[in-house]
């Protein structure tokens, strides 16, 4: 599978002649640099691009070189590659099966990594872990984006030369994110202010349309309200648009945020509970003894149990 993202590509370098006429009755030519190169795949010749002298060529087998072996000793198996536009831009994916997380009783999410890498300039060479549910033709990727590396093809840029510390960062971060953000919003619950905040997040102009959708589909979690997002925005919102992306680029982090502050609140009740109640306890014994010693341990817990009534309404 990875054989298909490993073709041959080379630099030719761009020239321009001028050609002058000698004493003689020959002619002279001479080649003039234009500070260009070309892209060429070279088994089939097809010129992928025309870039400057100061791009620096990434090739993708060199990439696999490096990500494979190392993606798969922490557990990773190539997925899919996608080369588009006769090789101007290649995707590969691979997944971590072993590390799948289960959000709900039908939904059920599988690490992954994408490394994506071009020849046109379109693209500088990005490494992204998350759950992605859609590739596009264009090469642009929708889903959960965990963690992301995006850095650009010029000769200067040094990072270039240290994948295997990014790939292994990214990896990392996307196995932390898994294993501890994804579960609580699946497993917390929103309140209504929370609705509102998300409705904030879209544009004033899609506001019925995101009302229409949180009805028909009645999220009960933040990860249903973050898939909700996710389907308005890949498929109901205009992709061409700068704005559409940004928006797809803040969705998670507000999510998550919300999420992560009303698990908080959650955990701190559940704490804060078992010592008020004893509290409670305390307060009803001895208010129900001051006035008479001899009152029966029912009446106590009668008492008591009025008080957390109240407490809790």
């Not at 010749?45 to 494979?68: E, G, H, P, Q």
């Not at 198996?77 to 971590?96: P, Q």
């Not at 904030?200 to 949180?214: D, G, M, R, S």
Request: proline share 4%; glycine share 4%.
């Amino acid at each position: 599978m990875l054989q298909n993202a490993k073709f041959p590509v080379k630099e030719v370098p761009a020239y321009w002649e001028s050609t002058n006429k000698n004493k003689g009755n020959g002619t002279s030519v001479r080649e003039m640099s234009t500070g260009y190169k070309f892209i060429v795949r070279e088994d089939t010749n097809k010129v992928l691009s025309c870039m400057t002298n100061s791009y620096k060529l990434v090739r993708n087998d060199d990439i696999i070189k490096t990500a494979n072996p190392l993606i798969e000793k922490m557990g990773g198996e190539i997925s899919k590659v996608n080369v588009l536009k006769e090789g101007s831009k290649t995707v590969m994916n691979w997944t971590f099966p072993n590390n799948k997380v289960r959000m709900s009783k039908d939904d059920e999410l599988i690490p992954e990594i994408n490394i994506v890498n071009s020849y046109d300039g379109s693209l500088g060479l990005n490494i992204l872990g998350g759950a992605f549910r859609i590739i596009c033709s264009n090469g642009l990727i929708i889903g959960f984006v965990a963690s992301k590396y995006t850095n650009k093809h010029i000769k200067t840029n040094i990072e270039l030369n240290d994948l295997d510390r990014i790939i292994e960062e990214t990896i990392g971060n996307t196995s932390n994110i898994f294993k501890d953000e994804f579960p609580i919003l699946a497993e917390t619950k929103f309140k209504e202010k929370h609705l509102i905040e998300f409705i904030k997040l879209f544009p004033e102009y899609a506001n019925t349309l995101v009302t229409n959708k949180l009805i028909i589909e009645n999220p009960k979690t933040f990860w249903d309200l973050l898939n909700v997002g996710t389907n308005i925005l890949t498929h109901h919102m205009n992709r061409e648009m700068v704005s559409t992306h940004n928006l797809e680029g803040r969705l998670y982090p507000k999510v998550k945020k919300l999420a992560l502050k009303e698990a908080d609140v959650a955990i701190s009740w559940l704490v804060w509970l078992p010592y008020s109640y004893t509290l409670l306890w305390w307060e009803v014994w001895v208010e129900q003894k001051v006035c008479s010693s001899h009152t029966p341990s029912w009446k106590i817990l009668r008492s008591f149990l009025w008080r957390i009534v109240h407490v809790l309404s």
